[in-house]
């Protein structure tokens, strides 16, 4: 039984390693491209290159009347290049196998240079709002508008989102994450996150050309502009509670020493861990986050640092 123990312990050591290092996000390391482990479901790519040509440009979570079906999602090109987003998929559903949505686009699906795509829930309720027909929709409500069909082999769920707090994700091809945005209660692509919306109004991407992973990205908009990109640079959105940006640049950070065993105290209470800083400055720990999950969403324990750490 101990051997048993100590065996999971070590592998619990590991992934606490990893979780470390993937959510402080290498930014010191200028090769790196992509990094992907098989448990970890998503993670941004990071480097200066376009890696993703589309994104996602306006949610609309929290309509004045019906829900979801008066529900939009804005995804816009901002390459130089036509992409072909067959085999594309977007939804609400950050962990493969969960409750939530993933949608594919259909055979034939592009998007050009400069172009926005809407797909609404209800192309129906959609268009009797704004005026003018989406490009697709999720629920059948007009013929001849053509619907995202689900992807099951993701989820087999709906896009119903949360008011409250919930994220939209773009995935290409392979099913890795190109895209995201968070809200309210959700932290999935943003730690601190973007506040979550009234009712009617909509989140926007400002400018829609840029995307640092960031909630910065991200303003709220008490009139939206489905079909329209802002390309005018952003004034932030107020965090709760209001602090100054982090800047993660230099996160030479590793776990030095792990106590997961102990003999003379109770656990978890004597169980500790010790980091060290590879660097020759000092690193603010709002930019990492520890813990022992390893899956978004899981029942284990992922920790934040307190304020000026």
Same mark, same amino acid.
């Given at each position: 039984m101990k051997t048993n123990r100590a065996g999971n312990m070590m592998l619990k050591v590991l992934i606490v390693f990893v979780v470390v290092i993937l959510l402080i996000g290498f930014s010191n390391l200028d090769t790196l491209k992509y990094f992907y482990f098989p448990f970890v479901n998503h993670l941004f790519p990071v480097g200066g290159e376009l890696h993703n040509k589309i994104v996602i440009s306006e949610v609309m979570p929290n309509p004045i009347g019906s829900e979801p079906g008066g529900e939009w999602i804005e995804i816009y090109n901002r390459s130089s290049e036509s992409v072909d987003l067959q085999l594309y998929k977007i939804g609400d559903s950050e962990v493969r196998g969960d409750l939530e949505g993933m949608y594919i686009f259909p055979e034939g699906s592009h998007i050009n240079p400069g172009q926005t795509i809407l797909i609404a829930n209800q192309s129906a309720n959609f268009s009797q709002r704004y005026g003018f027909r989406p490009e697709f929709e999720l629920s059948e409500s007009d013929p001849e508008i053509p619907n995202l069909t689900k992807y099951r082999t993701w989820s087999g769920g709906v896009i119903n989102l949360n008011n409250n707090g919930d994220e939209v994700l773009i995935l290409n091809q392979e099913d890795k994450l190109l895209d995201a945005v968070s809200w309210g209660g959700s932290n999935f692509a943003f730690t601190p996150t973007i506040p979550k919306p009234d009712d009617g109004m909509s989140l926007e991407r400002k400018p829609a050309n840029v995307d640092t992973h960031r909630a910065?990205?991200?303003?709220?908009? /008490?009139?939206?502009?489905?079909?329209?990109?802002?390309?005018?640079?952003?004034?932030?959105?107020?965090?709760? /509670?209001?602090?100054?940006?982090?800047v993660c640049d230099n996160n030479a950070v590793l776990i030095s020493e792990v106590f997961y065993d102990p003999d003379i105290s109770p656990e978890p209470d004597g169980e500790w861990m010790e980091m060290f800083n590879l660097s020759d400055s000092a690193i603010d720990l709002g930019c990492i986050i520890l813990g022992d999950e390893e899956t978004i969403g899981g029942a284990e324990g992922m920790m934040t640092f307190p304020p000026v750490s």
């Open positions: 910065d990205d991200w303003s709220i908009l /008490p009139e939206p502009d489905p079909g329209n990109v802002n390309l005018s640079v952003s004034t932030s959105i107020p965090q709760t /509670p209001t602090a100054t940006q982090l």
